[in-house]
């Protein structure tokens, strides 16, 4: 029995060593103390309060943050093996992250059927734990419907989760929810309603606790204003999403894009700007791409190309300005995107290009 003790103290001693590192963002550290962990596990047998289990939740998600998606997906199936007949809030708990797993793998398709199968397991519990499972099951699928560009369903979805949110005290969750139900209304056009979601969310996030969303939707602001033609507002917003430097590495997508929309607020005022802000955000695009661009990036490369075109015209380089509307137009066409083609067949009738 003493010797169980001992090895019982030394693996919560790495267990606990695990979690510190996971707050610091050392995965690499998390998956040595747990490996050591395990490897102890295996020479005492079963372990009291479900640490196993647990031990293999923080292993999953340790190796989601190093992208090791394979290791992951194998620990998460331990996971739910070991929880199947056991407790059925972490059994979907672990559920949900498989989800998550394949929606990293671009299989939304798949995704789906699994958060319904939280769903179903949990339709008749109501406690704090089930309902939490079951609104982050309900926002996984939201977010699957909308990359699948079913908004009709990702509405319903974010609407049903909003529903149950409002019952258990998540307010990280509630802000999420609020900015999906948001981005759905603006898609949809609906800018006064996005604005109220983004709005409502902002108050519900923090920069400490979700950094990633915290700018997404102050992006997200930005873009609704400069849409609106509230250049000082757009600028803004684009100014404090770019405020902190974590965003070039956490979310280049979003920090190209909203210097992009940075440059624009400055085309009627300031057009040195546009440059400055348009070579900055394509040099961002371009670094480290070694594949095709994600359309998302791509749209905004060919507003950049765009916006470049404004100041290559004020520079009187027009051969020059022609080049950079000729590409502009290329991915406009190819993404369908009526509204900047439009701005681009303006920008060439005022300046007599066609």
């Not at 196993?52 to 997906?73: E, Q, R, V």
């Not at 609106?228 to 404090?240: F, H, I, N, S, V």
């Not at 770019?242 to 909203?258: E, N, P």
Request: net charge positive.
């Amino acid at each position: 029995m003493e010797d169980i003790q001992r090895y019982m103290d030394e693996i919560k001693k790495y267990f606990q060593k695990a979690k510190e590192e996971f707050k610091q963002g050392h995965y690499h550290l998390v998956v040595g103390n747990l490996t050591y962990a395990l490897q102890i596990l295996e020479q005492i047998g079963e372990v009291e309060d479900d640490l196993l289990g647990k031990i293999y939740f923080l292993l999953c998600i340790s190796y989601n943050k190093l992208n090791d998606l394979t290791k992951a997906y194998k620990i998460c199936e331990k996971g739910l093996n070991y929880y199947k007949n056991r407790d059925i809030y972490w059994y979907a708990k672990f559920n949900n992250f498989k989800g998550v797993l394949l929606s990293r793998e671009k299989k939304d398709q798949k995704a789906i059927p699994i958060y319904e199968k939280t769903l179903e397991l949990l339709k008749n519990e109501n406690s704090k734990q089930a309902l939490k499972r079951k609104v982050s099951a309900l926002f996984n699928m939201g977010n699957c419907y909308v990359r699948l560009s079913n908004f009709s369903k990702a509405k319903k979805s974010y609407l049903k989760a909003f529903k149950l949110v409002n019952l258990i005290e998540n307010n990280t969750l509630k802000g999420k929810i609020l900015m999906g139900i948001g981005y759905i209304f603006h898609r949809e056009n609906k800018l006064d309603l996005a604005e109220r979601c983004y709005r409502k969310a902002k108050k519900f996030l923090s920069d400490k606790d979700d950094l990633v969303n915290y700018i997404r939707i102050l992006h997200n602001l930005g873009e609704i204003y400069l849409s609106q033609g509230l250049l000082k507002e757009a600028r803004r917003y684009y100014k404090e999403s770019l405020k902190d430097d974590k965003i070039y590495t956490l979310d280049r997508t979003v920090a190209t894009s909203s210097l992009q929309g940075l440059a624009a607020t400055y085309l009627k005022s300031d057009i040195s700007k546009v440059k400055t802000y348009c070579i900055k955000a394509l040099d961002l695009a371009l670094e480290d791409v070694t594949t095709k661009f994600p359309p998302r990036m791509e749209k905004d490369i060919g507003r950049i190309f765009m916006l470049l075109s404004h100041w290559l015209y004020y520079k009187k380089k027009m051969e020059e300005c022609k080049i950079y509307l000729s590409q502009a137009k290329i991915i406009f066409e190819k993404y369908n995107m009526k509204f900047d083609l439009k701005k681009l067949k303006e920008f060439e009738r005022e300046v007599n290009l066609e």
